[in-house]
């Protein structure tokens, strides 16, 4: 049985989200046993508002854990045995302007897909990979748990460029998952789920040696769409088209004009939105006799992030062996995928990290041919990141479904570029 008191980093716990993270520490409180955590945020107002929080969450509940609220990165790696990776390079308002500007140029602007995504991946892979740097010095043993978005392309960035011990997560699957069991009331299901991060299906249903699939799919069934998503949902002839259930994400791609039209149309972007519910969050936990984390914070994407996020620290720290959807190098899982790129899929998680399982025979060719493309634009993303190859960036926009046309693309490139010249090292790098 483990005795020694764990140390948890979370890098970017000014996040109105920390609270669900302290949730799901409470619920394993018997099972990891945290005597050190971290908050680090360089925001120093949200880093004390929601920091506060925590501790009082922590203190409630009488666990004998040290909480230090930092804004230095060294100070949190150092030593740790966790790292929980939750940033937003440039806050809420880069994100705005990943919504925005994409829209004048008629162009979906999205926080992880299209242009958008793109560069919100160009900000935050050279931060994630300063802090893999630092691990390396500070806690090499220690396992990064990251969920800081574009998490498939983090992933593919970090696992490839680096050799930190590193999983990416979302809670797309587990919210799939959820709504799937309820809708067929199943308790024992066993789910296969193939795709990259925010591009993914259901492709299997069984219990009991039966396929659900067909009844699925006779059914028309939709999973549930995620909070952040203004959803119009999946008709049954294209479920039964795809042969699959799509992740709610896959609408940006299934539904690209519709999907453009809404957000054209609309007063606010999500971004906008997100400001406003964490100004009202923060204000809720200013409140010093608030100790549980509040219902609002819910109408956020983030719904069960505690549950996937710690429920896979103690996986690996238990040595569960159990199966968790995660982001992690393909090693032979999918054989129509390179063993170097980041895939989405379920993984046997224990004390030496997630293993793929493996899925022989996979023949949906529409799921291959969508996986190979947006590999193909997550490759060269990875590379404009790393890099700060623009080459790179505009064969990469050009391959996107959600941009494509090159004049467009670059003409965009060009402003973003610009709009977020304060987060993008690799593209100045002669400058001051």
């Known amino acids: 049985m483990n005795k020694v008191k764990l140390k948890i980093a979370i890098i970017g716990s000014g996040s109105t989200y920390t609270p669900e993270l302290i949730e799901g520490m409470i619920k394993r409180k018997d099972v990891l046993p945290i005597g050190e955590l971290v908050l680090m945020d360089i925001d120093e107002r949200k880093l004390e508002i929601v920091g506060n929080l925590c501790e009082r969450m922590i203190q409630a509940e009488n666990i004998p854990c040290r909480v230090i609220m930092t804004q230095d990165l060294d100070e949190a790696l150092q030593d740790a045995d966790f790292v929980l990776g939750q940033i937003r390079v440039g806050k809420l308002p880069a994100r705005v302007l990943d919504e925005k500007i994409p829209l004048k140029y008629d162009l979906i602007g999205q926080e992880t897909c299209g242009i958008g995504g793109f560069f919100k991946a160009m900000r935050t892979i050279p931060a994630m990979l300063h802090v893999a740097e630092r691990m390396k010095v500070l806690c090499p043993n220690a396992w990064l748990i990251n969920f800081s978005n574009p998490a498939g392309i983090l992933t593919e960035a970090l696992l490839n460029h680096t050799d930190v011990k590193m999983i990416g997560l979302c809670n797309v699957p587990f919210n799939m998952f959820k709504s799937i069991r309820e809708s067929l009331q199943l308790k024992q299901e066993k789910i296969t789920y193939v795709g990259l991060n925010h591009l993914s299906w259901i492709t299997a249903i069984e219990q009991d040696g ?188 050009m391959m996107n479904p959600l941009v494509g046309d090159y004049d467009v693309a670059h003409a965009c490139f060009i402003e973003m570029k610009e709009a977020h010249k304060a987060y993008l090292p690799q593209f100045f790098k002669e400058e001051d």
């Not at 949906?364 to 996986?371: A, R, T």
């Open 210 to 397: 039966k396929d659900y699939l067909k009844t699925a799919l006779d059914m028309g069934l939709n999973s549930e769409a995620m909070q952040n998503i203004p959803s119009s949902g999946f008709s049954k002839e294209l479920i039964q088209l795809v042969g699959a259930i799509p992740s709610s994400y896959m609408e940006y791609y299934y539904f690209k004009e519709k999907k453009l039209k809404l957000t054209q149309d609309s007063e606010l972007t999500r971004g906008e939105k997100c400001m406003q519910i964490e100004e009202e969050l923060l204000n809720i936990y200013l409140d010093s006799t608030l100790h549980t984390k509040p219902e609002l914070l819910s109408t956020r994407g983030g719904a069960n992030y505690s549950e996937v996020a710690i429920s896979l620290v103690d996986a690996i720290y238990n040595d569960k062996q159990e199966v968790h959807v995660v982001n992690l190098l393909n090693k032979g899982a999918l054989d129509f995928m390179e063993d170097s790129d980041a895939i989405e899929v379920c993984a046997v998680v224990g004390k030496d990290g997630a293993k793929p399982i493996k899925i022989s025979g996979f023949h949906n060719q529409h799921i291959i041919d969508y996986m190979r493309m947006i590999k193909a634009y997550e490759r060269e993303t990875v590379a404009a990141a790393v890099y700060g190859n623009e080459d790179a960036a505009m064969r990469a926009l």
